[in-house]
């Protein structure tokens, strides 16, 4: 039977493919070459598919790259950092060179990361893809070194950080900072009934605790700055049950007592988290969301809270999924 001609592969009868495939891999383009590359920019409106309506935010997420940032202690890390950077599209237009975000990120990637940096990106990115309205958020992993309870060691914690700012139509700039915090949190009542069967029946017990995460959401009031190591002191002064990094025998014993000394409902959690933020002057509004992932329980308990600012954050965060820790 005679073998069908193929495509891009030689038949098995020796037929060459129709196609020839091969990369050139000494050829350079020029600028004439480069001039005469089709651009979709400049196709024709009719060629929008679905409603000709504006779009909110287009364009990449998770282009990951090393960046530069400072610590409280005026110390400059290098932690690699995954960006989302998006901007608005006019209804008008078929869409944004996705190439140019990356290519702004590569033109200011040695300055440190600041407020004013992203400003320059999002700015960068309305003159390049003739937007709006910006949005860019770095996501990255933070370390700090703990101390242990009562051993003198230390350990290297490591915190999820996001820094977000977003430039509106109005020229209007806005910075968010978010915070994950990982602490333990014993129940209340699980510990009353441990007492109580001990007292009653001699009776020996453990009362049930777990990993917990605060997410905390807050921007920055304008003019002022808050540092990562801020975020984490408010933390900590709130719920002092941090998990640890370095533990011997007697910060073990000491973790136990510490969280004696403070049991918590998830409730208590986000208004302890609450009364913290809420005294800076240097947050204008935050969204703090609460997990406590049961031991006793197939279930979490969670809870939402925010500062309660007229037209800011409301407590509609849902994704709690994403506390798991």
Not at 7 to 31: E, I, N, W
Not at 40 to 63: C, K, R, S, Y
Not at 96 to 105: A, E, G
Not at 112 to 138: F, H, N, P
Request: hydrophobic share 40%.
């Amino acid at each position: 039977m005679k073998k069908k001609p193929m495509y891009l592969h030689r038949s098995a009868d020796g037929t060459p493919p129709r196609v020839k495939r091969a990369y050139a891999a000494g050829f350079r383009a020029s600028p004439a070459y480069r001039a005469t590359l089709p651009d979709m920019m400049e196709a024709a409106h009719d060629t929008l598919q679905g409603v000709n309506v504006p779009i909110q935010q287009v364009g990449i997420h998770n282009f990951r790259l090393p960046l530069k940032y400072r610590t409280k202690a005026g110390k400059t890390l290098t932690l690699e950092t995954k960006v989302t950077g998006t901007v608005s599209l006019e209804a008008e237009l078929k869409g944004i060179n996705m190439s140019r975000i990356m290519r702004s990120f590569y033109e200011h990637k040695d300055g440190v990361i600041t407020g004013e940096w992203m400003g320059k990106i999002l700015q960068a990115y309305l003159r390049k893809v003739d937007s709006k309205a910006a949005r860019l958020k770095v996501a990255f992993s933070y370390p700090m070194l703990r101390p242990s309870l009562r051993s003198g060691l230390e350990g290297w914690q490591f915190y999820d950080v996001a820094f977000e700012d977003v430039m509106v139509r109005d020229g209007h700039y806005r910075r968010f900072i978010h915070f994950d915090y990982v602490y333990s949190s014993a129940c209340p009542c699980s510990a009353e009934l441990t007492e109580h069967a001990r007292d009653r029946r001699a009776t020996y017990g453990v009362p049930h605790s777990q990993r917990s995460k605060a997410r905390i959401t807050l921007e920055e009031a304008e003019g002022r700055k808050i540092w990562v190591e801020d975020v984490h002191a408010h933390c900590l002064r709130a719920l002092p049950t941090e998990t640890q990094v370095m533990v011997k025998r007697e910060d073990e014993q000491a973790f136990a007592e510490l969280n004696g000394a403070h049991l918590k409902f998830v409730e208590d959690a986000a208004r302890l988290l609450y009364r913290e933020f809420d005294g800076d002057r240097r947050i204008k509004d935050f969204q703090i969301a609460c997990s406590h992932l049961e031991s006793l329980h197939s279930h979490d308990a969670v809870s939402v809270i925010c500062k309660g600012v007229p037209g800011g954050f409301t407590a509609d965060f849902m994704d709690f999924g994403s506390l798991l820790c």
